[in-house]
């Protein structure tokens, strides 16, 4: 089994889906780092849509929630840095959160406890619109000093090539990468592009062989399929 460093661990969902979809990584993660070192920001679906509906402002429901689980993680293990590990959009939520930046009014400022962040699937660059709310914010406060405090490994799977000249998952495939970047005709994992998330100053990481989103009986990101490829980078 890959040895991985025993730093303590902060799952972050992506976008529109909650905590317990996340059950099975953490699951999986405890076979590398000790299951109560491993935490999953408590975050649902109603976090991301709001009532009423506010998506604009999900990222800030959601760094607050970011925000008391690193603080109890930061309790348990004063000594240690963290690693955040963010799905998909959570990576940018995550980014954002670091950055130390008032966003849309809030800003957060422990971001000294965390040594890494591990995006999986993370869209920086994109043309979605709530999406383009942070990569903005990012484009805009992101500095090159920043890796030196806390490290960033963007990771992606270029499992399928869009085309709408062949079946229906690569047409699927297709319409999803055009509308985070614009082209349809690219490799990625079934819904974010992989030139996507090349995140200058971060190391990009390709794997393959791994899909997007978490549903039964695929093998994304968070199934033992797809740990195996990338834990060595936690």
């Known amino acids: ?15 529109l889906f909650w905590d317990s979809l996340y059950a099975e990584m953490k699951k999986v993660l405890a076979a590398y780092v000790p299951k109560k070192k491993i935490a999953i920001v408590p975050v649902s679906f109603h976090d991301w849509i709001g009532f009423p ?35 998909s959009g959570g990576g940018t939520v995550a980014l954002v959160y670091l950055l130390e930046q008032p966003f849309q009014g809030d800003v957060y400022h422990r971001s000294s406890s965390v040594g890494k962040l591990l995006a999986l ?24 000093e920043f890796f030196g405090r806390c490290r960033v490994v963007s990771i992606v799977s270029d499992q399928y090539f869009g085309s709408l000249e062949k079946g229906m ?25 992989v ?21 039964p009986h695929t093998r994304w990101y968070g199934t033992k399929e797809g740990i ?3 834990i060595r980078w936690l």
């Open 1 to 15: 089994m890959t040895e991985v460093a025993q730093n303590p661990v902060v799952i972050l969902p992506g976008v």
């Open 195 to 215: 030139k996507s998330c090349f995140l200058k100053g971060a190391e990009n990481v390709t794997i393959s062989g791994i899909e997007h989103l978490p549903t």
């Open 228 to 230: 195996e490829q990338w």
């Open 169 to 193: 998952i690569e047409r699927m495939c297709y319409m999803f990468y055009k509308n985070a970047s614009g082209e349809g005709e690219v490799s990625g994992d079934g819904i974010v592009p």
């Open 53 to 87: 509906p506010s998506p604009e402002r999900s990222t800030n429901r959601v760094m607050a929630a970011l925000d008391r689980t690193l603080a109890m993680m930061q309790e348990r293990y004063p000594e240690e840095k963290i690693t955040v590990i963010a799905h």
């Open 121 to 144: 699937g993370t869209p920086f660059h994109t043309t979605e619109h709530y999406a383009k709310i942070k990569t903005d914010f990012i484009d805009a406060h992101l500095k090159p």
